[in-house]
């Protein structure tokens, strides 16, 4: 049997990795400024992260959510207590795209209706409803496409009002900040009227914080910058540092019964374990505190560089805008500098380290950088 050939691959298989750092099979260096998709938070093979992991399995791996776990009440009180959500309600699954079908449907079980407003340049997973709500036709298929879906443009007060007060649509989803549509900040005036709209029109407001989460925007999720309460709020990617988890933070406005979602491997005891670790460690390595310093520190020295047209984002989720493609640009790092990035967009390189990346590896990229737009 082969794989099923979706994926254009670098030829690199990494091997090891700890913290910022990966090597791979022939025992070649890299420094991680991508975190395979923002997924690691904490830093790959954390020790308090492998320990935890490792504890658990020893103990017990994995049983049904037909039996109490009390490591979900655990992960629960401590995501709430850190991110300042502690009367919301935490539903466990185990992807971003799943954690937003699962908002889309809370929303449409408890206000009856089906239309749903999306954002240019969105993306939301691809899975029905979510890849339905992502702004990119070619990844929707015929059996995807015939969900009510209106895109509206981006940071665009007046459009979202016209919609809104129709009294049709089920919910509103945004991503705290774009990262594949290419690092766009939502206008803390956007997401103000956002949520006072939706209020008044009994629409639904689902945060999607499944990149900008957890910690890398300098806040614990990207919205609290426009100071907003969002009725759902989904998470991932840096949720389990690389173990497969997800989840859905829905306000105390919604009232659970039994069979209204449903999940086999959601919260499972080493995806729990995994949780927990990671919530630990942002806490108390001051992770946050760090995003922000060191991604702050980030833009400022990228400004300099050639070729630069804009430079987008908050902490450490940053697009750097070139005049030109950037793919050459990616591959000379890779290969030749041995950092990994990624991207947003031709012209848009976008890194999402770990959040213990520090100044000292920032000036390693900007260095390498001033190499490669030196040469190209």
Known sequence: MNLFDVYPLYDIEPVKAHLTTLWDKDGKEYL????????ISIGHTHPHYVKTITDQLNKIGFYSNSVKNQLQVDVAEKLGKLSGYEDYSLFFCNSGAEANENALKVAS?????????AFSHSFHGRTSGAVATTDNPTIVSPFNSNHEIQFLPWNDINAATDAIRKGDVCAVIIEGIQGVGGINVPDVEFLRALETLTKQHGTFLILDEIQSGYGRSGKFFAHQFAGIRPDIITVAKGMG???PIAGVLISPSFKASYGMLGTTFGGNHLACAAAMSVLQVIEEEDLIVNAALVGDYLMKEAAVLKGINEIRGLGLIVGLEFDFPVAEIRKKLLFEQGIFTGYSGKNTIRLLPPLCITKKE????????????ENI
Not at 109 to 117: A, E, H, L, P, Q
Request: aromatic share 12%; net charge positive.
């Open 32 to 39: 991680d400024f991508y975190g395979g998709h923002a997924v």
């Open 109 to 117: 079980f408890t206000n009856k209706r089906s239309k749903v407003i």
């Open 241 to 243: 540092n690389g173990f």
């Open 362 to 373: 920032v000036d390693r990229l900007i260095s390498a950088l001033k190499v490669v737009l």
